[in-house]
């Protein structure tokens, strides 16, 4: 097989493809091995936001001496993280793990083949015998009224080496949270910029509520209604990754004018399908985001449009790469579920962790639902980790099938009750039952105790 995009995404595809096989695989990647997430998004990012929750921890808690950030360590532990924005060590990985890779730019030219143009200006074709995958992943979507202002994306706030006296963020999802919480504790003065209403739209509103609190608590200006309406900047240009690109930036928006010295553009992210030569074979960027491939084709990832999560889209490789193997093998076929839950943890402070569906989206598909919803200090372990504790904890289960179609979590070290959830709506696990798993006390997991109790009597009692 031919992989085009050398991300987790992709090597987890091939990989999970050629194991325990004679087949073999070649990884098409024109940047650094490890993509996005391993340079740019998930690993620095969190490795920027570990010790500015430490510090937060030590500020909260009484018989402990404050700690003060160290921004040079800061951004030491970040380049270790990216490993210096060097890949020899991920190229080292995929080799013992039997994957070719090779350097360059590549389009699909015909069916199964792909013509790669290297970064020596040599090029070749390469024809798979079993299935080309598409595992390009995406790029920011920046709107038209930042056009010629150089922006920072995403990629510059966790790159950051100049910190910029003041940074106006636009977007109110994950993304414009997380970078708010680090730039606002390198010493950046932040402004959130936020079309809608509230933050981090897609959840349950008390967690966008609960994380709204804690960046103004910090010192975060969140300005709630703000459409950016023009963007402009003296002398912008590409000063690189992480450098303030330019002279200061007005901008106007439906709430006011803000200047600052400058602009994070975080607004969302598209599929990164130009140029990779879907129009040779006949397709267009649609026919991948609905699914309309031919056999030999697989797009997974960002790329497929799915959700744009690393460790949602390596679970949506893993069986894509099983089923390859087992269509070139002729093994039996992977098991599957039926859609499982998407996870996902937002290190803001303090965190959010959501999984499966929220009431609204539940109540959208015509599921009868029933929610119970406590304080995230309800548990004795929540009151322990803090000596302020902010936040709530709640579920959504299917009042016919009584098993939980969702949870949300938003309180100090949330993502820690994540994966229970997870596994409880994955393997169905019926509410009358989940009461038999005991919690330990004093941990914050005693929440799900008092989650269950807050359910009606009828849905607690095994069913006649």
Known sequence: ???????????????????????????????????????????????????????????????????????????????SFVSDYDDSSQVEWAESAGLRVVRGHARLVGERSVRIEAH?????????????IL??????????????????????????????????????????????????????????????SGLLSGNEPFAGDTVLDGLRASGV??????????????DAE????????????????????????????????????????????????????????????????????DVPLTHWGKYRARVIGARIKAAATGAPAPYEVENPPVPQVVF??????QTGLTEASARDRGIDVVTAEVPYNGAAG????????????????????????GATFAGPDAGEQLHAATIAITGKVPVHVLRHAVPSYPTVSELWLRLLEELPEQLRRAPE
């Not at 709630?224 to 309406?229: E, M, P, Y």
């Not at 936040?391 to 299917?398: H, L, P, S, T």
């Open 238 to 305: 590409d000063t690189g990754l992480g450098r303030v690109h330019g002279g200061p930036v007005h901008l106007e928006t439906s709430a006011g004018t803000f200047d600052v010295a400058e602009v994070l553009v975080a607004t969302g992210r598209i599929p990164r399908l130009r140029d990779v030569g879907l129009d040779a074979v006949g397709l267009s960027a649609d026919d991948i985001l609905h699914e309309k491939l031919p056999a030999w084709l697989h797009a997974v990832g960002d790329a497929s449009g």
């Open 382 to 405: 929540a009151a322990l980790l803090r000596d302020t504790v902010s936040g709530k904890a709640k579920i959504v289960v299917d009042r016919e099938t009584r098993c939980l179609v």
């Open 1 to 79: 097989m031919i992989v085009i995009g050398g991300g987790a995404v992709g090597e987890n595809a091939a990989q999970y493809a050629i194991e325990g096989t004679d087949l073999t695989a070649v990884i098409v990647e024109g940047h650094l091995l490890g993509g996005e997430c391993s340079y740019y998004a998930c690993m620095p990012s969190k490795a920027l936001l570990r010790p500015v929750d430490v510090t937060g921890l030590t500020d909260d808690l009484e018989g402990v001496v404050p700690t003060r950030l160290d921004r040079d360590g800061m951004l030491a532990r970040r380049d």
């Open 348 to 353: 803001t402070q303090p965190q959010v962790a």
């Open 135 to 196: 595992a390009t992943g995406s790029e920011p979507s920046i709107p038209s009224e930042f056009d010629g202002a150089h922006p920072w994306t995403s990629a510059d706030a966790t790159g950051v080496v100049e910190t910029p006296e003041s940074i106006a963020i636009v977007g109110g999802g994950v993304v414009a949270c997380e970078a708010a919480v680090w730039l606002n504790a390198l010493g950046s003065r932040v402004t959130l910029l936020v079309r809608g």
């Open 120 to 132: 020596d200006d040599a090029a070749r074709t390469l024809t798979a015998r079993h299935a080309v």
């Open 221 to 234: 200006e969140v300005v709630l209604g703000a459409s950016v309406t023009k963007c402009t900047r003296s």
